[in-house]
C-alpha cells in the first residue's frame, strides 16, 4: 500500500512539474510586420506584396509596386499569353534613386537563403510601350535552368528570409544601370499567380515617389 501511494504521489508530482515547465516555457520567437525593422525608424507594413526599399534625399523610404495594366488585348500574365513582357506607357510609376536597389517580398515560399524565383529583365521603349527583346525573353528561360548563368537582359536575384516571418529580402545579383526594368517569375516558378509581374525603373535623377512610407523621425515634419 505504501509503494502504491509513493508511486501515485510521484506520478501527480511528474504531471504536475510537466505542466508548469510547459506553461513557463517561453514562446517561439515570432515577429510581425510591425517588428521588421529595414532602416531606421522603418518598418515593413502589413499590407502589400512586393516593396522596394529606397533613399530620396537622404531618407529612406519604402515604396509599394504594383502589377501595372498590360498593354495585351487579353487579361492575364502578358508573359504566357504573348511570349513576351509588354507594358503601357514610356515609364513605369515607380522610379528607385539608389544604385544598389532592395526589394522585399512577402507570402511566396522558396530558398530561405539562395536564388530567388523572381528575375530582373532589362526594357526597351518602343513607341508608348516598354517591352523585352527576343533575347531577353531566351535568356529569362535560360536563367530558370542555369542558377549561376549571367546575361546581358536578365539580371538574377539573391533573396534571405527575413526571420521567421513570411518576408523575404530580394538582392540583385548585379548594378542595374538607369533604365526600365520589370521583375518577373522564371518560367515555371510555383508560387505566383498569374499576372505578378511589376515593373520599376532605375533613376537617381526622377522626383520622389508618390506615397512612400517614410521614417518615423520624418513623418512627423510632413
Known amino acids: 500500500m505504501q509503494s502504491h501511494r509513493t508511486?501515485?504521489?510521484?506520478?501527480?508530482?511528474g504531471f504536475s512539474t510537466l505542466a508548469l515547465s510547459q506553461t513557463q516555457a517561453p514562446a517561439r520567437d515570432s515577429v510581425s510586420s510591425d517588428d521588421i525593422s529595414v532602416a531606421e525608424g522603418l518598418q515593413l507594413p502589413t499590407y502589400g506584396h512586393v516593396w522596394a526599399l529606397d533613399t530620396w534625399k537622404g531618407v529612406r523610404e519604402l515604396v509599394r509596386l504594383r502589377p501595372p495594366a498590360s498593354s495585351a488585348?487579353?487579361?492575364?500574365?502578358?508573359?504566357k499569353l504573348r511570349h513576351t513582357i509588354e507594358f503601357k506607357g514610356e515609364a513605369a510609376m515607380v522610379r528607385v534613386h539608389d544604385a544598389a536597389p532592395v526589394f522585399f517580398l512577402r507570402g511566396v515560399s522558396g530558398n530561405?537563403?539562395?536564388?530567388?524565383?523572381?528575375?530582373?529583365?532589362?526594357?526597351i521603349i518602343e513607341g508608348e510601350r516598354r517591352t523585352a527583346t527576343k533575347d531577353a525573353m531566351a535568356q529569362l528561360?535560360?536563367?530558370?535552368?542555369?542558377?549561376?548563368?549571367?546575361?546581358?537582359?536578365v539580371v538574377a536575384i539573391k533573396q534571405q528570409r527575413v526571420g521567421s516571418t513570411d518576408w523575404y529580402r530580394l538582392s540583385p545579383a548585379q548594378v542595374l544601370a538607369p533604365g526600365e526594368y520589370a521583375l518577373v517569375p522564371l518560367p515555371a516558378s510555383p508560387g505566383f499567380a498569374e499576372g505578378e509581374i511589376f515593373d520599376f525603373a532605375m533613376d537617381p535623377e526622377a522626383p520622389e515617389n508618390a506615397d512612400p512610407l517614410r521614417s518615423e523621425q520624418y513623418r512627423g515634419s510632413e
Open 73 to 79: 488585348d487579353e487579361t492575364g500574365f502578358p508573359l
Open 141 to 153: 528561360k535560360q536563367q530558370a535552368k542555369h542558377e549561376e548563368g549571367q546575361y546581358s537582359d
Open 7 to 13: 508511486l501515485s504521489l510521484a506520478l501527480i508530482f
Open 112 to 123: 530561405d537563403n539562395g536564388r530567388s524565383d523572381l528575375a530582373i529583365v532589362r526594357l
